[in-house]
């Protein structure tokens, strides 16, 4: 069974960055891709980034496109998320998935998630 960890969540000031770590362990880590998601207060969980494990390319949201970056190290089993320009409607709980077969933007799709790490962006 994969576990998957997230860190590196914290508060920062408008403008600010963060980096954000996504760490599996257990068994075998060879998903397809791995996913970022966030969920604000009060709001539904929404696609942030992903990439596709092997290769590393990658996918964003209109919301990630030019201020957040995913990346990964297969030696370390971790995904990071770069972010930076951060804004007040980036405060959220952010959390990372596996998915098997596909990279998408679909919750559904992704079948392994962590627990979240909460980033609160202050003005």
């Known amino acids: 069974q994969v576990q998957l960890v997230e860190s590196g969540g914290g508060s920062v000031q408008v403008g600010g960055s963060l980096r954000l770590s996504c760490t599996a362990s257990?068994?075998?880590?060879?998903?397809?891709?791995v996913g970022w998601f966030r969920r604000a207060p009060g709001q539904h969980r929404e696609f942030v980034a992903a990439l596709t494990w092997s290769t590393g390319l990658t996918y964003y949201a209109d919301l990630a496109l030019g201020r957040f970056t995913v990346s990964r190290d297969i030696d370390k089993n971790t995904v990071y998320l770069q972010m930076s320009s951060l804004k007040p409607d980036d405060t959220g709980v952010y959390y990372c998935?596996?998915?098997?077969?596909?990279?998408?933007?679909?919750?559904?799709?992704?079948?392994?998630w962590g627990q979240g790490t909460q980033v609160t962006v202050s003005s």
């Open positions: 257990g068994t075998a880590f060879t998903p397809f891709a």
């Open positions: 998935a596996a998915a098997p077969q596909t990279m998408t933007d679909y919750i559904g799709d992704y079948d392994h």
